[in-house]
C-alpha cells in the first residue's frame, strides 16, 4: 500500500533538524568548540544537571533514529515499516518517561527537564497514531499523529531555547 502524507514528512524533517541542532548546540558547548576560553563550561565532575543533559542526549539521538526509520518508511511507502517505526518511537518514549523524574537538576534546568518531558509526552502519542494509522489505515489517527508531531516539534524547540539560554549563563 502507498502512504503518501507530505505533512507528516515535513513534521519529521523539522524534528530531526531541531534535535539535531540541540545535540550540535549541546555537543559544542560540553566539548568546549564554540566559545572563547573564558566562555567554555568546565565540568570538573559529574554533577546531576550534566547527568540528566547527558541522558537526554542519548535519549534525543534514539529518537532521531526512530524518524529516521519513519522517514525511510514514508519514502518507501511502507505502511509495515512506518507502524514498527511509530512502535519504537512509541518505546522509547514510553521508557525515557519513566526515567526522567530520576534526575534532579538544578532550578536553572528545571523549565528545560519539563519542556522535554512534555515533548516526550507529545512524542509518544505521535508513535503511537501513527503506529495505529499505518496498521489500521485511518486517516483520523494519520491527523492526530501529525497533531501531536506538531505539538512535539513546539516543545523541542523551547527545549532548544532552553539549553541555550541555560549555557549563555555559565
Known sequence: ????????????IGILVVAG??????????????KSEDQVINWTSKSDDQQFLDWMIRTVE???IDGEFILSALKEHDLD??????????DDCDKALSEIDRYHVSPALEPLKNEFKLYLQDLKQAGYYYNRSARNINPDDIKKG???????LGHFKKVKR????YYQTR
Open 21 to 34: 541542532s540541540c545535540y550540535a548546540y549541546y555537543s559544542a558547548y560540553y566539548r568546549g568548540d564554540s
Open 1 to 12: 500500500m502507498r502512504c503518501t502524507n507530505k505533512k507528516f514528512v515535513l513534521l519529521i
Open 162 to 165: 532552553y539549553l541555550e539560554e
Open 81 to 90: 515499516g512506518i507502524a514498527m517505526a511509530g512502535k519504537w518511537l512509541y
Open 62 to 64: 534514539k529518537l532521531m
Open 146 to 152: 501529525n497533531n501531536y508531531l506538531e505539538s512535539a
